[in-house]
């Protein structure tokens, strides 16, 4: 049967309340209603031909509590005068809410709206266009509040988000929260307190100008006799955060960066040389650091497509960098090392040589073996040890 029963008019009305679309008239003023349902009713055919099935039929819609049906009057030669459901309408919010039981959701929604519109009334649209986010948000609703008060107060505090002063609210909160108080605080904040170039999670304290916790740079000098403490021992490991580490312009001529800890850690000894341990994708701790500029760089990672992707990037902020160890010839001459790159990348690269441009199109083309990987720390450490000594 194909005729509309009480449960597809409750749908409906379900269908609306998922949309958003009943609680944002509660925040906008305005109104769905009265609202009539979609209602399909038998044919006259039908009516002959199923009498009885169409009077239950009639019975349940018009029992359909907290609607209006409305009926329609035909005779009929054989059952004489009747009346048949011809519309149905929901006359009011109320009605609409209690056909689905969400009374409970409209109060709530309703107390909502009441304590955003004393304190934060900027934020009244946004409620109206995410009022289902907002029922979500319920119970911590009115400590998101607070964070974009206090910041309306204190726009770009420049400390760190553990410094907010806010009953009940501490880091971690903030943390899981970022993604909804982005879209707040966008819509409270005065112009010219949001950094838009800063965007996504990672970038929150960036956006609204909370202090990050600094970038560190950590690093080996592999010449003893410039070593930054006893010349004695080349042992030293590192860590600076990146505003020192720029102004330290350190006396060597060449800098490695390698991706692996452990390669990091058993460099071993090269004259006038410093090793820095890499962290893959991003090389924005080394921004400051112009004097790299005037220094030969050497960036040792996997031979594979995201190997080169990183070489790539390093390029694009230190142009003059050089590959080490990410060679034909050092591919093949560990074929039994080789391994799998779980998800290659396969973008263009523009800033290879010829030759890394060769290699990496046999390794996204999968010409040599299908995701091909050789990871840096299973190269031979005499290969290593030659390959430095080739550098001179």
């Known amino acids: 049967m194909s005729w509309t029963t009480p449960a597809d008019l409750r749908m409906q009305v379900s269908r609306i309340w998922e949309r958003g679309e009943l609680l944002a008239g509660l925040a906008?003023?305005?109104?769905?209603?009265?609202?009539?349902?979609?209602?399909?009713?038998?044919?006259?055919?039908?009516?002959?031909?199923?009498?009885?099935?169409?009077?239950?039929?009639?019975?349940?819609v018009r029992?359909?509590?907290?609607?209006?049906?409305e009926m329609r009057e035909f005779r009929h030669k054989v059952f004489g005068t009747n009346t048949l459901?011809?519309?149905?309408?929901?006359?009011?919010?109320?009605?609409?809410?209690?056909?689905i039981g969400k009374q409970r959701d409209a109060a709530s929604f309703a107390l909502?709206?009441?304590?955003?519109?004393?304190r934060e009334p900027r934020l009244v649209a946004w409620l109206a266009k995410r009022p289902l986010r907002v029922?979500?948000?319920?119970?911590?609703?009115?400590?998101?509040?607070?964070?974009?008060m206090w910041l309306e107060r204190h726009p770009r505090p420049g400390v760190y988000i553990r410094q907010i002063d806010i009953a009940n609210v501490h880091t971690k909160f903030i943390e899981a929260y970022r993604g909804v108080l982005s879209e707040l605080l966008d819509v409270v904040l005065p112009e010219g307190t949001v950094d838009f170039e800063r965007s996504g999670l990672?970038?929150?304290?960036?956006?609204?100008?909370?202090?990050?916790?600094?970038?560190?740079?950590?690093?080996?000098?592999?010449?003893?006799?410039?070593?930054?403490?006893?010349?004695?021992?080349?042992?030293?490991?590192?860590?600076?955060?990146?505003?020192?580490?720029?102004?330290?312009?350190?006396?060597?001529?060449?800098?490695?960066?390698?991706?692996n800890e452990t390669n990091f850690l058993a460099f071993p000894p090269v004259d006038d040389s410093m090793v820095v341990f890499g962290a893959g994708y991003g090389f924005e701790m080394l921004t400051g650091a112009t004097w790299l500029l005037h220094r030969r760089i050497h960036y040792w990672g996997d031979i594979d497509t995201h190997?080169?992707?990183?070489?790539?990037?390093?390029?694009?902020?230190?142009?003059?960098?050089?590959?080490?160890?990410?060679?034909?010839?050092?591919?093949?001459?560990?074929?039994?090392?080789?391994?799998?790159?779980?998800?290659?990348?396969?973008?263009?690269l523009p800033r290879l040589?010829?030759?890394?441009?060769?290699?990496?199109?046999?390794?996204?083309?999968?010409?040599?073996r299908a995701n091909l990987r050789l990871e840096q720390e299973k190269i031979g450490f005499g290969w290593v040890e030659a390959a430095l000594g080739r550098l001179g």
């Not at 709206?113 to 004393?118: E, F, N, S």
Request: charged share 35%; aromatic share 10%; glycine share 6%.
């Open 28 to 60: 906008t003023g305005a109104t769905l209603f009265p609202k009539r349902l979609v209602l399909k009713g038998p044919t006259s055919a039908e009516i002959t031909e199923r009498f009885e099935d169409i009077r239950r039929w009639s019975g349940g």
């Open 63 to 69: 029992a359909t509590a907290h609607c209006r049906v």
């Open 85 to 99: 459901p011809i519309e149905v309408w929901i006359d009011s919010f109320e009605d609409a809410v209690a056909l």
């Open 112 to 118: 909502l709206l009441d304590v955003t519109r004393a």
């Open 135 to 148: 029922l979500e948000l319920a119970d911590v609703w009115g400590r998101l509040l607070d964070v974009c």
């Open 202 to 259: 990672g970038q929150f304290a960036a956006r609204y100008g909370f202090r990050e916790k600094p970038l560190r740079i950590r690093f080996r000098v592999l010449d003893a006799k410039k070593a930054l403490f006893d010349p004695s021992s080349i042992e030293q490991d590192v860590t600076l955060d990146a505003a020192s580490f720029a102004r330290l312009e350190l006396d060597v001529g060449r800098v490695f960066i390698t991706e």
């Open 307 to 348: 190997g080169f992707a990183i070489l790539d990037q390093l390029r694009h902020q230190f142009d003059h960098v050089e590959s080490f160890l990410m060679d034909r010839e050092t591919l093949l001459a560990f074929k039994s090392q080789w391994d799998r790159e779980d998800k290659q990348t396969l973008r263009d």
């Open 353 to 368: 040589s010829r030759d890394e441009g060769q290699l990496y199109d046999d390794l996204r083309d999968n010409r040599l």
